[in-house]
């Protein structure tokens, strides 16, 4: 259901026919990057957290992590990442498919400044086995952004 949703809103929106569907896993950033035939970090994943009882999703380069010093600037408390229980309930989409697409009302969606490096990023469609190619500001107007962020840390910076 969660793919079809997603991929309804991305059709009405004119961008149905970026998406793509794979015969095989796209659930993690390895496995996306493998079934899109693009390297880890244009591959933008979907972390999803609680702040003050509402439901947050960030998303970021694939190779990215949060730092949890800047997430804290941003959303002044720590960061508490939601149980795949709570990501299906309160994103309406299962771990493995998270997207900013078809998402249930009330999720403040961020993109992290990680993904302006690219020209095109491949963040999931609602399933475990697609991905839709977007330039990172088609990402961002798209998923109704809240606005741009800097929170996470890149391998250069994890080093």
């Keep these: 259901m969660a793919y079809e949703e997603a991929f309804a809103y991305l059709k009405n929106k004119g961008y ?4 793509q569907t794979f015969t095989v896993s796209s659930a993690t950033v390895e496995l996306a990057a493998i079934a899109v035939g693009t ?4 591959i933008a994943k979907s972390l999803t ?5 509402q439901p947050v999703m960030i998303i970021c380069a694939g190779d990215a992590k949060i730092n949890n010093s800047k997430y804290k600037g941003v959303f002044h408390k720590k960061a508490k990442m939601l149980t795949a ?13 998270v997207c900013p697409f078809g998402i249930k009302d009330g999720v403040d969606v961020y993109v992290d400044e990680s993904l302006k490096q690219f020209a095109e990023v491949y963040p ?3 399933s475990a086995n697609s991905a839709v190619r977007l330039t990172p500001e088609e990402l961002y107007t798209l998923a109704q952004s809240k606005g741009w962020i800097d929170v996470c840390k890149v391998p250069e910076e994890m080093a």
């Design 49 to 53: 957290f609680m702040v003050e009882e």
């Design 39 to 42: 390297e880890p970090a244009r």
């Design 16 to 19: 149905g026919d970026r998406v």
């Design 124 to 126: 999931a469609c609602g």
């Design 85 to 97: 229980e709570e990501v299906h309930c309160l994103i309406g989409h299962d771990v493995g498919g």
